[in-house]
């Protein structure tokens, strides 16, 4: 694993950091743009990399958002971050990227404009498709540079996710950095084939997904979370200096979860909300027709906390609707939610930025 943060950084004094020919000086930072494909109109994309590079060494930490082009928390959580003071103390060096999938981005959509998901295109190809070729320019420049990561997601869209951090916690040092970062869920995630964590795992890079909220809206608290969290993230790595808020409580990791599915076809009646404590054969929700008849009752099939919510009410047949976590202790599990989420939404946020409401 890549990891050169040194017992003692104050004692050492960082090298100049360099991104796609820009050098940035220690204790200094910089807005890199990195070219990553252009329009047909030939006007360039480029991808800002912001550089925050401490006086000390230490980590090489990436944080990176919107690699979904329609999943906005992300990108508010780093605008967030970057104005942080603690990154006036930095040891090592923060790679910032608010924006991965310009493309998605700009037209409010998820994917690529050849409908294909830059996060199975890893890790790519000079040659290759649209996606390959971006996914090989941002993992040779950016991910590669990096010793340690965090990618910030959402649900898609119509579909919202419980804040909760998704990781492949048979490493040891991604375990503790999911620990780290602070949110009462963690679930133990396969690595999907193409996809960032998987190339960055592969490689030793240690990288954890944070999934909060829904595409296409900013919610304050998901936004909350995600910074406190990545703060944490930065202050268990040793890159800041000492720690100003209570430290986290101890996650909770699912030992498994499922889907529930819809029966039939109409029109969705949910009637749990995300975070809720379920117990097994628990009503949850209905389907019925729009047009009259008989309604089909939703019962929960495990006890678990629900971590993944549909909510268009317009539903076909098959379409997942709920996604229940599995927990030994669900009920502490339950509490420690509560308890965050009071915490999230009542805690300050910057200095004089007032909360998105």
């Known amino acids: 694993m890549k990891n050169s943060n040194p017992k003692n950084p104050k004692e050492q004094k960082a090298v100049p950091f ?150 492949d916690l048979s490493n040891q040092a991604t375990a503790d950095m999911a620990r780290a970062f602070g949110v009462p869920v963690v679930i133990n995630s396969v690595l999907g084939e193409g996809t960032l964590r998987e190339v960055a795992e592969a490689q030793g890079i240690p990288v954890i997904t944070y999934e909060a909220g829904e595409a296409l809206r900013f919610e304050e608290g998901c936004i909350r979370a995600g910074v406190r969290g990545v703060l944490n993230v930065m202050h268990h790595l040793g890159m800041t200096g000492p720690r100003k808020t209570r430290a986290p409580l101890e996650p909770h990791i699912a030992r498994s979860s499922s889907w529930v599915r819809a029966e039939r076809d109409g029109v969705f009646l949910p009637l749990v909300a995300l975070g809720a404590w379920l117990k097994k054969g628990q009503l949850i929700g209905r389907i019925s027709s729009p047009f009259g008849g008989d309604d089909v009752a939703m019962y929960s099939p495990c006890a678990g906390i629900l971590v993944g919510r549909n909510n268009l009410p317009l539903v076909n047949e098959g379409e997942a609707l709920y996604h229940i976590a599995r927990f030994d202790e669900v009920q502490e599990v339950a509490q420690n939610l509560e308890v965050f989420t009071s915490d999230i939404e009542h805690g300050p946020t910057l200095a004089g930025e007032p909360p998105i409401v």
């Open 18 to 167: 360099q991104l796609n020919g820009i050098t940035v000086a220690p204790g200094t930072r910089a807005k890199v743009e990195l070219p990553l494909a252009q329009l047909y109109t030939q006007t360039p994309l480029n991808v800002p990399i912001h550089v925050i590079h401490g006086r000390h060494p230490g980590p090489v930490l990436m944080v990176s958002a919107a690699i979904h082009g329609d999943e906005l928390n992300g990108v508010e959580i780093i605008r967030r971050l970057l104005r942080h003071s603690s990154l006036r103390r930095l040891n090592g060096t923060l790679l910032a990227v608010p924006v991965v999938n310009v493309f998605g981005f700009i037209h409010k959509t998820r994917y690529l404009p050849d409908r294909r998901d830059l996060n199975r295109c890893f890790p790519g190809s000079e040659t290759g498709s649209l996606g390959a070729r971006m996914a090989w320019q941002f993992k040779t420049q950016v991910l590669d540079r990096a010793t340690h990561a965090v990618d910030l997601h959402t649900g898609a869209i119509h579909r919202a996710n419980l804040p909760q951090i998704r990781a």
